[in-house]
C-alpha cells in the first residue's frame, strides 16, 4: 500500500485555541475606544481577515474529524517516533480514555507490552510499500485488555513519515470461535470432516463416544494403533455392506450437494459392535475452489431408535396393528408398511379418498362423517370397518383416529388401523354356527323361529308361507341301517330341498326329519303349492344309501300367514296339522291346511288329554285272547289286550292309542296298570281253580328305555304270589332297534324269574337272525300280515316257512297270529306250527267269558 495524503492535514497542528484568542484580543482592541480611529479600523481588518481566515481552516478541520470519526474500528496517526499524534473517536470509546491522555503520548499507552523497537517491523513494511498487520493485546483505561489486529499504513505529512494504524477488535470474533469450539464439542450429534480419501480431519466429541471403540476411530489419522482394513464394516439398511463409494461423505464430496439423513450401520468386527447411524453430510469448498475437498458429517446415533421402530414395527406385524395419518394441509396420507399391508391395495393408498375408496360401499360414509366430525368438534373415532383388497378379498379394519393434541386446526389425524378379519371371521362363524343346523347346513330351528318373526312383524314382508315337511319311512331307513345311513339320507335330502327350493325360500331343518320352507306369497300367491310339487318332485327319485336303493318320499302341509296361524309357532303348527293330513291320506303328497283340520287338531288334543286321564278314571280293560294247540285245539295260554271304553270317545281299539300314548310316554304307566290287571287275573282264576293260566302281555319299548320293568314284574309276582312262568311278555323288535343300555339286563333278569319272553309280529321287522340266537327268548309269534296270505300267497307262504324254520331251528316256541279260517289252520299245521291264536278260535274275551272257554275248574 502506498502512504496516503489525507485531505486538509495543514491543519492537523493547527492551534484552534490560539486563533480564537487573538480574535479575541483584535475584537476587543478595535472596540477599544481609548485608541487612534484609524489604529481602531486596522484592527477591526485585521480581525475580520483572521475571523475569515480561521473560518476556512475550521471547516476542512471539521471534514476531516467527521471523516476521521466515522471509521468504526480505532485509528491512531503515530509519527516516526512512536508518538500518537491523533486518535478517532472509536479509538477513544476503545480504550475509554480521553483524547489528550494519549495525543501527544507514545503508543506504549496503548500497548505497555510493546518492545522497544517495535517500530521497526513496521517501517520495514511500510518502506517496502506494504501494510503491517499483527495481533497483540491493546489496553484500556483501567488495564484489561482486548485482542486486537493492527493494519498499520504509511503516509506523508509535510515530508514528515508518519503510520496510520487501524485496530481491528477481535474479542468479539474471538468469544465465537471459543463458542463455536465449545459448541462443537458439547453438541450431542456426531461431527467428522473428511477428506475426499476418507480420512478424518476434524472429530467431535460425540463422534468419538459414538463411533469411538477407545482409539479405534474409523478413518481417524490420529488413532493409536493402525486400523486393519477388515475391523470396521459399514452396512446399508438392510444389513448389507455399503461400498466406500455409497459412504455420504464420499457422495457429498463427489456430488457437490448435501447428502441428507442416510442410516447406514457402522460394524465393528472384533467388538460385534454394531451401532446405526443416520448421517447427513455436507461438502464444503476451500476458498477460491470451485470444487469440495472434503465433507462436514453430522449424525446421531439412532440405534436405541432403530431397536424401538424395529420393534414396533414387529409387534405392529405381530398385532396387524397399522398407523396411519392424514396431514390436511398437504393433503397427503401415510400409512405405515403394516398399514399399507392390511389394505393391501394395488396402488399404495395415498390420500384419504384413496383410503375412502377401499372400503365398502355403506362404510364409505362412515368413515368420512367421523373423519369429519373429527375437524370440526375435535373429538376422534373408533369404528369397524369393511372392505376389500386388491386380490378381492374382503378385509375388517379397525380404525381409530384422532386429530393431534394440540392442533387447533385439526391439520393432521392420526390413529392406528388394525386387522380384525379374522376376530370378525370368527364372529361371524359362531354367528352361522348358531343358525345352522350342522349335519345339513341349512338353517336350524331357532334361526327359522327368528327369521320367521322377523318378517311376520315387518307388513311389507308378512305375507309369508310354510311348508312343513316331513320325510316317509325315514325311520326305517335309521332303524334298519344305523343314524350314519340316516345322517346320509338327510343331507342328501336337504341337498334335493336345496335344488328344489332355489332361491324362493329359506330352508331349515326343524327336527330329526323335519324341514320347513318359508317363503313369500306376495308376488305368486300360488308359490307354496308351486314349491310343494318341486319338491315332491326332487324325492320322487329313489335314495341310495349304502348300495341300496330306498324310496324315501315326503309329505307336506302347507300353512299361510295371517289366516292360519298369526305367530310363527300358530303357523308353524297349522302347518304341521296339514303335514299329518297329508300323511293320513296318502303318503307323498301335500296338503294345505284348512280350518277343518284344525277341528281335527283340537281333537286328536283332547283325545290325548283324555288317554291321559284313562287310568285314573277307570276307562281301561282287558280282554283275553286264547291260544289255542293246533293239533289238540286245547287253550294253552291268553293274550292280554286292552280295551278302552270312553263316554265321549265311545270304545276305542289299542291301534288308535297305543302309539299315542307311546309318544306322549303315558304307554308306561298304562303298561304298568296292564301287568298288574293281567296278573290279578291269572291269581284270581288260580283261586278259581283253573290253575296258573299263561298270559301273554303286550310290552311297549318304552317300557324297556328304564330299568324298573323287571323290578315292577318282580313286585308283582310276588304281590300275587305268581311263578315267573304265569308271565309271557311280548315286545317288538323296536326294543332291540332302540338299544337301550338296560335292555339286555332288563332281559336277563326276567328270564332269572323264569317269565317267558316273545318276539311279537314277528316277520314284520326287519329282523336281523344274528340277533335272535344271543337273545334269551322263548318264542317268536308268526305276524297275522303273512298269516293272512296263507295258503294263497306265494310270498307269505315263503315268510311262514320261513319263520317256522328258524322257530324250529332255534328251539323257539311259535304262536301264528290271525288264525282266521281252517285252510290258514291247517296250512300251519303242515307247516309245524304247534300254537295259532285268532277269530277261527275266539277273539279277544272278557275275563269271565274267557274262564268259561276254559271249562270248568280243575278240568285242566
Ligand atoms: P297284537 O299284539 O298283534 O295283538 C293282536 C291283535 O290282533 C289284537 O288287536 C287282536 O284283537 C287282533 N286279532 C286277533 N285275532 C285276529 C284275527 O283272527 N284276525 C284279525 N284281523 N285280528 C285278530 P288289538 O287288540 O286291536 O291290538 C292291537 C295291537 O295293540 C296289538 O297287536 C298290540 O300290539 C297292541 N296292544 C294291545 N294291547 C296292548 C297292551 O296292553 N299293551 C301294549 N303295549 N300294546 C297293546
Ligand atoms: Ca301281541
Ligand atoms: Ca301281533
Not at 500500500?1 to 484580543?25: I, K, Y
Amino acid at each position: 500500500m502506498t502512504a496516503t495524503r489525507l485531505p486538509g492535514t495543514h491543519a492537523l497542528l493547527s492551534d484552534n485555541d490560539g486563533n480564537a484568542q487573538v480574535l479575541a484580543a483584535l475584537d476587543s482592541a478595535c472596540r477599544d475606544l481609548s485608541l487612534p480611529a484609524h489604529t481602531r479600523e486596522m484592527l477591526c481588518h485585521a480581525r475580520d481577515a483572521l475571523q475569515a481566515a480561521s473560518v476556512d481552516a475550521e471547516v476542512a478541520r471539521l471534514r476531516y474529524h467527521a471523516l476521521f470519526d466515522a471509521v468504526p474500528d480505532p485509528v491512531s496517526i503515530i509519527d516516526e517516533h512512536g508518538i500518537v499524534l491523533d486518535l478517532n473517536k472509536a479509538g477513544m470509546a476503545a480504550y475509554r480514555r480521553p483524547r489528550e491522555e494519549i495525543v501527544g503520548q507514545p503508543i506504549h499507552v496503548l500497548n505497555p507490552d510493546l518492545p522497544e523497537d517495535h517500530m521497526a517491523p513496521v517501517w520495514d513494511a511500510v518502506d517496502r510499500g506494504e501494510s503491517f498487520v499483527i495481533e497483540v493485546s491493546n489496553m484500556r483505561a483501567d488495564g484489561t485488555r482486548f485482542p486486537v489486529e493492527v493494519h498499520s499504513a504509511g503516509f506523508l505529512h509535510d515530508g514528515r513519515k508518519c503510520v496510520v494504524a487501524v485496530a481491528r477488535d477481535l474479542s468479539r470474533r474471538r468469544e465465537a470461535e471459543v463458542r463455536y469450539r465449545e459448541l462443537m464439542e458439547v453438541i450431542d450429534k456426531g461431527i467428522v470432516i473428511q477428506t475426499a480419501d476418507g480420512s478424518l480431519v476434524y472429530a467431535n466429541s460425540a463422534a468419538l463416544r459414538m463411533i469411538g471403540v477407545p482409539g479405534h476411530v474409523p478413518g481417524h489419522p490420529n488413532q493409536r494403533t493402525p486400523r486393519p482394513a477388515s475391523e470396521w464394516m459399514v452396512v446399508r439398511e438392510d444389513g448389507s455392506e455399503m461400498p466406500a463409494e455409497e459412504y455420504p461423505a464420499t457422495r457429498a464430496i463427489r456430488e457437490g450437494r448435501l447428502i441428507g439423513s442416510t442410516l447406514l450401520g457402522l460394524y465393528h468386527r472384533p467388538q460385534r459392535k454394531l451401532r446405526w447411524l443416520s448421517v447427513t453430510s455436507v461438502p464444503q469448498y476451500a476458498a477460491g475452489s470451485d470444487r469440495p475437498h472434503q465433507a462436514l458429517s453430522m449424525f446421531s446415533d439412532v440405534t436405541a431408535l432403530k431397536r424401538d421402530s424395529a420393534l414396533f414395527h414387529r409387534v405392529q406385524t405381530l398385532a396387524r396393528i397399522g398407523g396411519w395419518e392424514w396431514d390436511r394441509a398437504a393433503a397427503r396420507l401415510y400409512l405405515t408398511d403394516v398399514a399399507a399391508g392390511i389394505l393391501a391395495q394395488a396402488q399404495l393408498p395415498a390420500s384419504i379418498d384413496d383410503m375412502i375408496a377401499c372400503l365398502a360401499h355403506d362404510d364409505r360414509a362412515r368413515f368420512r362423517r367421523a373423519v369429519d366430525a373429527t375437524i370440526l368438534e375435535g373429538h376422534g373415532f373408533d369404528l369397524e370397518l369393511q372392505g376389500s383388497r386388491a386380490d378381492g378379498h374382503a378385509f375388517w379394519v379397525r380404525v381409530i383416529g384422532e386429530a393431534e393434541p394440540g392442533d387447533p386446526g385439526a391439520s393432521r389425524i392420526t390413529g392406528t388401523l388394525q386387522d380384525i378379519t379374522a376376530h370378525k371371521q370368527g364372529q361371524e362363524t359362531l354367528r352361522v354356527q348358531a343358525r345352522t343346523d350342522p349335519l345339513t347346513g341349512l338353517l336350524n330351528r331357532d334361526a327359522i323361529l327368528g327369521e320367521l318373526a322377523a318378517r311376520m312383524a315387518d307388513a311389507t314382508l308378512s305375507r309369508v308361507a310354510v311348508l312343513y315337511i316331513d320325510l316317509d319311512r325315514f325311520k326305517m331307513v335309521n332303524d334298519v341301517l344305523g343314524h350314519a345311513a340316516g345322517d346320509a339320507l338327510l343331507v342328501t335330502a336337504a341337498q334335493r330341498l336345496r335344488r328344489a327350493v332355489g332361491t324362493e325360500g329359506l330352508i331349515a331343518r326343524f327336527g330329526g326329519d323335519e324341514f320347513l320352507v318359508a317363503c313369500s306369497t306376495a308376488d305368486d300367491p300360488d308359490s307354496p303349492e308351486r314349491l310343494a310339487d318341486a319338491i315332491l318332485d326332487a324325492f320322487a327319485i329313489g335314495f341310495g344309501v349304502e348300495k341300496e336303493e330306498f324310496a324315501v318320499t315326503a309329505s307336506i302341509g302347507i300353512a299361510r300367514a295371517p289366516d292360519d296361524g298369526e305367530s310363527p309357532h300358530a303357523l308353524i303348527q297349522s302347518a304341521d296339522t296339514a303335514m299329518y293330513a297329508s300323511k293320513r291320506r296318502v303318503r307323498n303328497g301335500r296338503q294345505v291346511f284348512t280350518p277343518a283340520m284344525a277341528q281335527s287338531q283340537r281333537d286328536r288334543l283332547r283325545f290325548e288329554t283324555q288317554l291321559r286321564h284313562a287310568a285314573d278314571n277307570d276307562e281301561f280293560h282287558l280282554v283275553y285272547q286264547p291260544q289255542v294247540d293246533l293239533v289238540s285245539g286245547r287253550i294253552v295260554a291268553a293274550e292280554a289286550l286292552i280295551r278302552w271304553r270312553n263316554e265321549r270317545l265311545g270304545e276305542m281299539r289299542p291301534d288308535h292309542f297305543i302309539s299315542q300314548a307311546e309318544s306322549t310316554g303315558d304307554i308306561v304307566r298304562i303298561g304298568l296298570w296292564v301287568l298288574r290287571m293281567a296278573c290279578r287275573q291269572v291269581a284270581e282264576w288260580r283261586d278259581a281253580g283253573h290253575g296258573i293260566v299263561r298270559v301273554a302281555v303286550n310290552v311297549s319299548y318304552r317300557q324297556f328305555l328304564g330299568d324298573d320293568l323287571a323290578a315292577n314284574v318282580r313286585a308283582l309276582l310276588d304281590e300275587y304270589a305268581l311263578p315267573g312262568a304265569a308271565l309271557e311278555l311280548e315286545f317288538t323288535e323296536r326294543v332291540l332297534i332302540e338299544d337301550a343300555p338296560e335292555t339286555m339286563n332288563t332281559f336277563a333278569q326276567l328270564r332269572a324269574m323264569d317269565v317267558a319272553l316273545a318276539i311279537d309280529d314277528f316277520g314284520e321287522g326287519y329282523s336281523a337272525l344274528n340277533y335272535l340266537r344271543r337273545l334269551p327268548i322263548q318264542g317268536l309269534k308268526l305276524s297275522q300280515l303273512f298269516v293272512a296270505g296263507v295258503p294263497g300267497n306265494a310270498s307269505d307262504v315263503a315268510v311262514c316257512q320261513a319263520v317256522a324254520g328258524i322257530a324250529h331251528s332255534l328251539g323257539l316256541g311259535l304262536v301264528a297270529e290271525g288264525v282266521e279260517n281252517e285252510e290258514q289252520r291247517a296250512f300251519l299245521l303242515a307247516l309245524g306250527v304247534p300254537v295259532g291264536q285268532g277269530f277261527l278260535f275266539s277273539p279277544g274275551l272278557p275275563a269271565d267269558q274267557f274262564a268259561l272257554s276254559l271249562g270248568a275248574p280243575g278240568t285242566r
